[in-house]
């Protein structure tokens, strides 16, 4: 098998995986590592978490691969990374509302998608710096550390109001700098 491998169609791997093949583990490892590692990434941006999370997904996957019934196994490796991420945010105390977000977050289907999403971040990220220093700093208290508008004025030493101006000059820079319907959906789903 080791020669052929990469002529193997998924369904095939599944198929020997479930006999115990360690060959067929380890192309999988080997074909799927990356795009779920990147996928991790994009969900929690933590190198050494994310690298943990899939490993514990492949370890899982090892151990239970001849007593678990999947279908699919590239959406059941994507399925399992999304949830153990969720399961290390819950740790950390997130509300239930970033959970939500979590649980609908889509599914990663092919390298253009990734693509695609990884450039609008970048470019999300890219007018995030445009900002002016003030509020920038109040937009990323507020939308990354996920602090209160009560809690960015103490910090700052300005006022609610003041905060609240900044919040609404940065949303409206990116949906003026990005198109609408992206951004609002965009801040909507990673924010609140």
């Known amino acids: 098998m080791k020669n052929n ?9 599944q198929i020997l995986l479930k006999k115990g093949d360690e060959d067929a583990f380890n192309e999988i490892y080997n074909r799927f590592w990356d795009s779920l590692y990147r996928y991790a990434y994009r969900i929690f941006n933590d190198e050494l978490i994310c690298e943990d999370i899939v490993q514990e997904v492949f370890i899982n996957l090892w151990e239970k691969a001849t007593t678990v019934e999947i279908q699919n196994i590239e959406a059941y490796l ?13 740790d950390l105390k997130f509300t239930t509302t970033h959970l939500e977000i979590l649980e609908n977050i889509p599914q990663i289907e092919s390298t253009e998608r990734v693509i695609e999403y990884q450039e609008f971040e970048n470019n999300v990220f890219l007018e995030i710096e445009k900002l002016s220093p003030k509020c920038k700093t109040v937009f990323q208290l507020s939308r990354f550390d996920h602090l209160s508008n009560n809690e960015i004025a103490l910090k700052l030493n300005i006022s609610v109001r003041t905060v609240e101006k900044h919040i609404s000059d940065a949303i409206k820079s990116l949906k003026n700098s990005l198109n609408f319907t992206v951004i609002s959906f965009w801040i909507t789903t990673t924010f609140f």
């Open 78 to 90: 994507f399925r399992a990374i999304k949830y153990r991420v969720a399961t290390h945010i819950r």
């Open 5 to 13: 491998s990469i002529n193997i169609s998924n369904e095939k791997l």
